[in-house]
């Protein structure tokens, strides 16, 4: 089935680990972004990519870094895994053109301890 | 820079009657405006959009949307709620000149039998 894969669905870390979230879509989106969910702030952009080799911070990009090597793949490293990570991490795709939504992955659920 | 507020955290209605989930947003340009709906442990999934047209917008399960550039809002709207339709929902906005979409802190529904 077409859509955004995202592994895996659960995590725990310990504080200082280094991770890697993957997201994988087949629907050949142009355009990625990381998002976290946190319980009375919506979602938060972390990361994005317009196109493969192409990637830019969004609002709470510290701690994690990207890279978009292919247009299906755009992973998500934790660098040195911190409580305030604790969070469910959404990737979401879509077409670049103006007016298209989201579809989004079913999240990763990450607790770092 | 971009934002949308939802005012309220949690929206109560009785099964059978109208309900509105409110959305106010901001942008710099001409906004295209997204409602998503998340059920417990899943991604969130697309309920409707607005890009340019009939300010009246239909979308999934029933639900609909009215634009009014005026008082710069998206609410959503159900004619009558079902139980099944308990769930948080998301407004977003983004606008000519962005990618990103930004997300409002969601509103939980929940409809009572």
């Known amino acids: 089935n077409a859509g955004v894969t995202q592994t895996p669905k659960f995590q725990v870390l310990k504080t200082g680990q280094s991770m890697t979230l993957q997201c994988a879509q087949d629907m050949n989106h142009e355009y990625m972004s990381w998002y976290r969910q946190d319980p009375g702030m919506g979602l938060r952009l972390i990361h994005y990519?317009?196109?493969?080799?192409?990637?830019d911070q969004g609002e709470v990009p510290n701690g994690y870094n990207v890279s978009r090597s292919t247009t299906e793949d755009f992973p998500l490293r934790l660098l040195s895994a911190a409580p305030s990570q604790t969070s469910v991490y959404f990737c979401a795709s879509s077409y670049a053109r103006v007016g298209y939504g989201y579809t989004f992955g079913s999240g990763t659920r990450l607790t770092v301890v | 820079a971009q934002s949308v507020a939802q005012p309220e955290d949690q929206v109560n209605v009785a099964e059978g009657n109208p309900l509105t989930v409110k959305c106010t947003y901001s942008?710099?340009?001409?906004?295209?405006l997204f409602w998503y709906v998340q059920y417990p442990n899943r991604g969130l999934q697309f309920l409707l959009k607005?890009?340019?047209?009939?300010?009246l917008v239909k979308g999934s399960y029933g639900f609909e949307a009215e634009f009014n550039k005026s008082q710069t809002s998206f609410h959503l709207k159900k004619p009558s709620a079902l139980v099944s339709d308990s769930a948080l929902y998301f407004c977003a906005v983004k606008d000519t000149g962005r990618r990103a979409l930004t997300f409002g802190s969601g509103t939980r529904l929940q409809v009572q039998p």
């Open positions: 942008v710099s340009g001409n906004p295209y």
């Open positions: 607005y890009i340019t047209g009939d300010n």
């Open positions: 990519s317009v196109g493969a080799g192409i990637t």
